[in-house]
Nanobody
């Protein structure tokens, strides 16, 4: 059974940093692209970043380019999202998801974690 578990969320001040982790089990991580999505209350999910199965392709939303870095360690079955220069508008639930390609749609990813909350506030 495929499982994805996010961790690393929390409360941080504007300008601060957090590193989110997504640990997977039940499937071979190096066969899948992994994306991070976020969702603020009352808003649709937004794709934040994605790394392809072979790490050769990484994509970022314009809103996070230059501030967030996605990486993966297939040996540890874990994908990371390093977030720096955090802004209040980065607040939301952050979810990792696995799929065959780095798609832009939620439906491109059949496997999802339960999410971790990130709150950026002074």
């Amino acid at each position: 059974q495929a499982q994805l578990v996010e961790s690393g969320g929390g409360l941080v001040q504007p300008g601060g940093s957090l590193r989110l982790s997504c640990t997977v089990s039940g499937f071979t991580l190096d066969h899948y692209a992994v994306g991070w999505f976020r969702q603020a209350p009352g808003k649709d999910p937004e794709g934040v970043a994605c790394t392809s199965s072979n790490s050769l392709i990484t994509t970022y939303a314009d809103s996070v380019k230059g501030r967030f870095i996605i990486s993966r360690d297939n040996a540890k079955n874990t994908v990371y999202l390093q977030m720096s220069g955090l802004k209040t508008e980065d607040t939301g639930g952050y979810y990792c998801a696995a799929g065959r390609i780095c798609g832009v749609r939620v439906s491109d990813y059949p496997y999802w974690g339960q999410g971790t909350q990130v709150t950026v506030s002074s």
